[in-house]
Structure formats: C-alpha cells, structure tokens
C-alpha cells in the first residue's frame, strides 16, 4: 500500500516578547556647531543592524539615530541643528530551538536632551521594540492511498495558506519638488522629518506593487539666516520584481521607513529651491497562496484490517487579511501653554500598542497615541517651542464569531495625523490609525505518515451479529458506526432510506453487516 502526499511549506509564528530598555549618556557638542543655549525639539530612531539568538537569550545590536533641535547661544540667537548615534545591545531573554528567526517590529522610541552646559547634552533614550520569532515548516500531508484491495477512506477538506515567498527587500525611493515661491530659498537644512503615509501593497504577476506618498518636513535657514520651514506630501510609487508572484495571492508585508536623506538642489534659476529627497522602504515580505487540499483522516477496508500511523500537526486557514482603520479625534486642553503657540509648525506621533485580546467580535487593541508638535511662539527671543503628551485608544478590529483557535500577525502605524489650534489654550487632534490584520484559524491534525494491511480475526469477525439495531450516541456518524460494525456509509443509507449522510443523537438505525442480504 502506497501513501499519496503533497509536500506543503508554511510559516508558523510564536509568541512576540515585548522589551524596554534605557540608554543615557553624555554628548559633546560638535566643534563647528554653535553653542547651545536651550533644546527646541529632539527626536531619536532606532535601527537594528544585527539580531541572533545567543544561548537562552537574542542579542539586538545597533545604534539609535538623534536628532535635536535647539537655540544657539550666539549674540543674534537663531535656530541651529545637531544629529549623532548612540550604539546599543540588548539582550532579550527568549528560549530557542534554534530553528526559528527572530525579527524586530512595532518599534517606538522617547527622546530628552537636556543641557549640561552649552557645549555638552544630556541624552536620555527610552527604547521599546517586539521580538517576534517565526519558523518555516515543511509537511507532508497524506491525500490518498493505492491500494489493491477495496478501501473505504474518510477526507477532510482544508483550505490551506501555502508559503510562496519568504524574504526581505528594499525599495529606494527618489523624489524631488519645488518650494513654494513664498518661501525663502534654502540656505542650510537644520531639521526635517520623512514619514510614510498611505502606502497601498498590492500582489502583480511576478512584482510587489507600491504606491504611497512621503509626507516631508523640513526647517531651514535661508541665505540670509532666516528661519523658514516646509511642509510637502510627495506621491511615489514603483515595483519589486518577486518571481512566482501572482495577484491572487495573499500577503503579509511589514515595512519600515530608513537611511532618509534630504538635499538642496539648484532649480533652473541656479537657485536653492528644489528639495531632493531619498529614503528606504525595508520590506519583510511573507506571501501566501491559498491551496485547497484534501486530507486523509481514517481508513479501513472489508478484506483486511488497516493499521496505520500519524502524528500531530498544526496548519493554518487563512481568516482575514485586512487593514483597519481607527479614527482619533481629541480636543487638548493645554492652559500650559496659555496664549504662547501662534503657529503649529509640524506634529509627529507614534503607537504604543498595551494589549491585544481576541474575542468572540473580533480583536480588541487598546494603547496609547505618543504625540508631539513643534510650535511658533509669540516671543521673538525664544521663538520656537514643543509639547509632548498622550492620548488612550480602544478600538476593535472586527470579525464575527471569531473562532477560538486563532492566531494574528499585528502591525501598526500613524497613517493620518493633523494637530490643529482651537482657540487659545486647546489643540484638536485628528488622526487615523492604521493596523494590519493578518489572521488565521489553527487547525489541529492527525496526519497519516504509515499504513500496514494485517489479516482480519476471522473468529472475531464470525462472532459479529449480521443485522444491528442502535440508537445514535454523542459523537457517532455514519462513517465511525460504517468501520465499527464492518459495512459501508452506503449500505447504512440505502437499508435505512438516508438521502445524506447527517444523523442525530437518538435516531434509530438498522444495520446489516456487509454481504448478508435483506430478506
């Protein structure tokens, strides 16, 4: 007897570790930078250049990206800009098997820089990031049997996600625009701020397809060291060629936004008045194709009696593949900040995700949005300041009569943010919130890996009565009283004029083993 198997590759996802941790030190001011007399604004990132499980623990290796914005303490105080690093090594406590890889997503970061005095910083860097750990498995699933003697055989249908691709990819973007004419030209860049926003992926043939749009922020001196500042949003959009690629597959792609860089350029003019902008898109790409399989889950036969083995596996159905918006709307009373903000000049924000709990509705996150905002003040000695706060969410990413046995890939952006003045002493906040949902059913199976043919006990078998009646009990069918009482799911439905196979608990059935006739 000869086992039919198809060969099935997948991903499979343990459980994430959540990690915090600090660094402090102290930062040299830079010998061609000017003195510093007060910080405006700071903000730090993250970027892991080396991550690998060492012993019981992953050791996370990097260096975390600052920038800080402040008030030189020159004779006509103005604007001045400072960006450094910072290395660290984390260690995160995780046991491994060794064969699963460990990633980073849902990265956040909390920057404060504090003056020592004017050529030296005080930097202190809080740091949260989610380990996630996947394996890639490799099943074989059992279809059918050859066999040259009859055998009754029971499948279950599947729905089954099969790993297409696997792999991590970068899309460098490259784009360019004009200031306006009412700004000034630029004469030095101090500080600017590249984020993604709205980004569509989509499945091509043999291509990831992107589209999104850069929202840019830049804060400049001009020629004549006067402070100006721009806000632009920057469409692009392009393709990574990804071989076996078609658009009906499914995917679940996190991405993360590095190596910006913002230049000045000449416009046709010969002046200063075009903005280059460069940046990274680092892609973590898992892309699924959707297989429906048949699984064999029992045989047996009249002839002879099978024995076979399995072993336990878990594979996955896909649910849901989306991405759910929540809206924020707030309005900050900030008496802090009285009459002092003529003008918000540029608002940056970030998820911190504090639970995530599957219910019988759908996934119920709750967490905080981190927000900042640099601001125009009406003092022209100190004409520049920042706020920073929090606002609390809840929000539920819907999917009724949720199964229990499930399990979801979570990542999460700002997608839309504007802080706006309401009067005085309050801001209105309005931002949208953006979590992609990947989520699966566990399925839990008995795979047939072996099957062996013994010779029936004939003295057994004499034994059986030819003709039962019973009553259906809990958890019987048709199938299970067809192999226990050695005849077929037809012979049961034509003695007992079943057009289907559904029975209930307490219905009355006549049963004939195989080969004695009705008289």
Same mark, same amino acid.
């Given at each position: !007897? ?14 994430? &570790? ?36 060492? +012993? ?14 402040? !008030?030189?303490?020159? *004779? ?15 260690? %995160? ?12 997503? =849902? ?23 989610? %380990? ?25 249908? !599947? ?18 625009? =004009? ?7 630029? *004469? ?97 790409? =898992? ?19 099978? %024995?076979?083995?399995?072993? +336990? ?6 649910? !849901? ?46 967490? &905080? ?101 019973? &009553? ?23 003695? =007992? ?16 083993? +195989? ?5």
């Amino acid at each position: !007897m000869e086992l039919i198997r198809r060969p099935i590759h997948y991903t499979q996802e343990g459980k994430s &570790i959540f990690d915090q941790f600090y660094l402090d030190g102290d930062y040299n001011v830079p010998e061609q930078k000017e003195d510093v007399q007060r910080i405006i604004h700071g903000t730090a990132e993250l970027k892991a250049e080396d991550i690998r499980p060492v +012993e019981n623990y992953v050791r996370v290796t990097g260096k975390v990206y600052f920038k800080i914005l402040y !008030m030189s303490a020159s *004779g006509d105080p103005r604007p001045a800009a400072i960006e450094g690093s910072m290395p660290f090594e984390e260690m %995160v406590y995780a046991q491994s098997d060794g064969n699963e890889t460990f990633f980073l997503r =849902n990265v956040r970061t909390e920057f404060t820089a504090s003056v020592v005095h004017s050529r030296k910083l005080s930097l202190r860097i809080m740091a949260e990031m989610e %380990v996630g750990r996947e394996w890639i498995r490799d099943e074989e699933l059992t279809e059918d049997v050859e066999s040259d003697i009859p055998v009754y055989r029971k499948t279950q249908k !599947m729905n089954l996600l099969r790993l297409a691709v696997s792999r991590k990819d970068t899309y460098r973007i490259k784009e360019e625009f =004009n200031i306006p004419g009412t700004k000034e030209s630029i *004469g030095q860049v101090l500080l600017t701020d590249l984020s993604v926003r709205r980004l569509d992926i989509r499945m091509g043939q043999d291509e990831v397809l992107l589209r999104g749009e850069l929202e840019v922020f830049c804060m400049y001196l001009s020629a004549e060291e006067k402070a100006d500042w721009i806000s632009q949003s920057v469409p692009f959009e392009g393709r990574i060629l990804c071989d076996g690629v078609t658009e009906s597959m499914f995917y679940h792609i996190q991405h993360t936004l590095e190596d910006t860089l913002t230049d000045v350029r000449l416009d046709e003019d010969g002046e200063m008045r075009v903005l280059g902008i460069e940046a990274t898109l680092a892609l973590r790409m =898992n892309i699924f194709e959707e297989e429906e399989t048949e699984v064999l889950k029992d045989l047996y036969s009249l002839e002879q009696q099978c %024995v076979f083995d399995t072993k +336990e596996t878990v594979l996955e159905e896909l649910l !849901m593949q989306n991405q759910s918006k929540c809206k924020v709307s707030e309005r900050l009373s900030l008496p802090e900040l009285k009459e002092d903000v003529l003008q918000i000049l540029h608002s940056q924000g970030g998820i911190q995700l504090e639970s995530e709990q599957h219910t019988s509705d759908g996934i119920r996150v709750e967490g &905080i949005l981190h927000l900042s905002f640099l601001y125009l003040r009406g003092d022209d000695t100190e004409p520049y300041g920042s706020w920073q706060g929090m606002i609390p969410f809840s929000y539920l990413i819907e999917y009724p009569d949720m199964p229990e046995q499930v399990t979801s890939s979570l990542s999460y952006h700002v997608e839309q943010l504007a802080v706006t003045l309401a009067g005085s002493e309050a801001v209105e906040v309005k931002a949208v919130l953006s979590f992609d949902v990947f989520l699966r059913r566990l399925i839990s199976a008995e795979v047939i890996t072996d099957v062996r043919m013994e010779p029936l006990d004939a003295e057994q078998l004499a034994e059986r009565p030819g003709i039962v009646g019973l &009553i259906v009990q809990s958890g019987e069918d048709l199938w299970s009283l067809a192999k226990k009482y050695m005849t077929t799911v037809e012979g049961i439905k034509e003695v =007992n004029s079943l057009n289907d196979e559904k029975v209930s608990q307490g219905d009355k059935l006549l049963i004939f083993k +195989e080969n004695v006739s009705i008289l």
